[in-house]
């Protein structure tokens, strides 16, 4: 039901898109790793799912934000099908599985939802590591006879999956490896922390060039996983949006400074308190126009949250989408709540409405999901959202969250809508 202020604080766990490439990176140490600060998603569950069928026991204590992984000398190297298609993130066992085992067959993930997603920097950065790499049968088979040998990598664009699996193929190498234009998200800070308290010998990390000197092996570690600064976004735009109060623990406005300063030029009140921030906003947002790039550029991953705000602001937004090409599909479905968008290629013409009202609406991905529940929560009576598993893969608790914050939310079965 549309039409509530949000005030109050909610506490962040770890960010969905490091923790996955965590527990990846556990792969590379035998023994017991700990990570903390997990969210309590689904995919850390498929994630688990996945390292048990390559051979390691896993512990998931979700009370405890932990997950525990015991890996162990011989791991099995294969990915199957079932798993990746219900997760793309499951790549990222590739670098490390090639690493151990000198073996690695993972299914092809395919697109999804928000576009194509190409592989073919990883690949082309696994060869320049000596690795032999196929596509046979629906699977991505690369294999190397010997220990890979460290070389020099210029990634096209700065993509993170390709970043974050030649850094693990990388770290033992035989020999330096020099990767440039690689990503520089908090996330891949993250696991670059937590593999050089692993043993990994890694300079440049946060910048554009990562140079990396092989190691002969890993040691299990405990890592903190670097708080979800997407989620933290998402309940800024909730602030903005709902004319709320929203104080977001356990995260680091750093890590979020594009999308905080286009939330100030909305007319947002921002403000640092420890261990996280505060957004007030007094009266309707003015619109702002996005740009999507990597980091530190504004993130694609709060796109849809934006033109959800845009959707109600006073005046138009231009937003522009370089990342997903089909990340505007959303759009469709915040039409049928009265949003006045249109799209051309990689643009989105956002004009601002005094109202938006409620209807049924099918979320498509985690982010649409997360930009169609901001709009009903400020549409007038009831909005369904339909496929709200969507949202699950990406923020733990988000409906008792949102009752907390003061909205009114109710998660149904589909067979009780019927009834
Ligand atoms: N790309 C290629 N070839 C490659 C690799 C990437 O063409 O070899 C293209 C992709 O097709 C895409 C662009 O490069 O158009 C960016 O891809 P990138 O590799 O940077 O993204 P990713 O690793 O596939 C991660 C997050 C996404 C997030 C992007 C960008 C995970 C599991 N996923 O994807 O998160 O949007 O980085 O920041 O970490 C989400 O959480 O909703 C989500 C989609």
């Known amino acids: 039901m549309g039409g509530q202020r949000l005030h109050g604080s909610v506490r962040v766990t770890g960010a969905k898109n490091s923790v996955l490439k965590l527990m990846a990176a556990a792969l590379l140490a035998q023994g017991t790793t700990t990570l903390t600060e997990v969210p309590d998603i689904l995919d850390v569950e498929i994630m688990a799912e996945l390292l048990r069928r390559l051979g390691c026991e896993v512990e998931h204590d979700s009370a405890g934000r932990l997950v525990r992984i015991t890996v162990p000398e011989v791991l099995a190297h294969r990915a199957d ?44 950065g696994l060869r320049k590591l000596g690795a032999e790499v196929t596509n046979e049968h629906g699977y991505l088979i690369a294999t190397s006879d010997q220990r890979l040998t460290g070389g020099s990598i210029w990634l096209d664009f700065p993509s993170v999956g390709a970043t974050e699996t030649l850094v693990m193929a990388a770290v033992t190498a035989n020999g330096v490896t020099v ?26 990390v946060g910048t554009s060039t990562l140079t990396i000197e092989g190691v002969s092996h890993l040691e299990p570690v405990v890592h903190r996983t670097v708080s979800d600064r997407i989620v933290a976004g998402t309940w800024a735009v909730a602030a903005a949006m709902t004319l709320g109060d929203i104080t977001v623990l356990n995260s680091n406005p750093e890590h979020l400074q594009v999308a905080l300063d286009k939330l ?58 370089n990342l997903f090409e089909s990340r505007f599909r959303f759009v469709q479905e915040l039409v049928r709540l009265g949003a006045d968008v249109r799209t051309d290629g990689h643009h989105a013409l956002v004009r601002g409405r005094l109202q938006l009202s409620g209807a049924p609406v099918e979320a498509t991905d985690i982010r649409a999901g997360a930009g169609l529940a901001l709009a009903g929560l400020v549409a007038t009576g009831c909005t369904t959202i339909y496929g709200v598993s969507h949202i699950d893969r990406g923020y733990a608790e988000f409906i008792p969250v949102l009752n907390e914050l003061g909205a009114q939310v109710e998660r149904i079965e589909a067979e009780s809508l019927f009834t």
């Open 264 to 321: 100030l030029s909305a007319g947002a009140q921002i403000s640092a308190v420890e261990d996280g921030f505060r957004v007030v906003m007094a009266g309707r947002p003015l619109a702002v126009d996005v740009v999507t790039l990597p980091y530190p550029g504004f993130p694609t991953d709060l796109q849809p949250q934006f033109i959800a705000l845009n959707s109600i602001a006073s005046g138009a937004a231009l937003v522009t989408e």
């Open 81 to 124: 099908y079932d798993l990746v298609r219900r997760m793309r993130a499951s790549i990222c066992v590739l670098g490390p599985l090639l690493a151990r085992c000198g073996a690695a067959d993972v299914a092809l993930p395919g697109g999804d939802n928000i576009g194509s997603r190409g592989l073919d920097m990883h690949i082309a």
């Open 179 to 204: 990767i440039d234009n690689v990503a520089r998200e908090p996330e891949i800070v993250d696991i670059c922390q937590m593999l050089i308290d692993m043993g990994a010998l890694i300079d440049g």
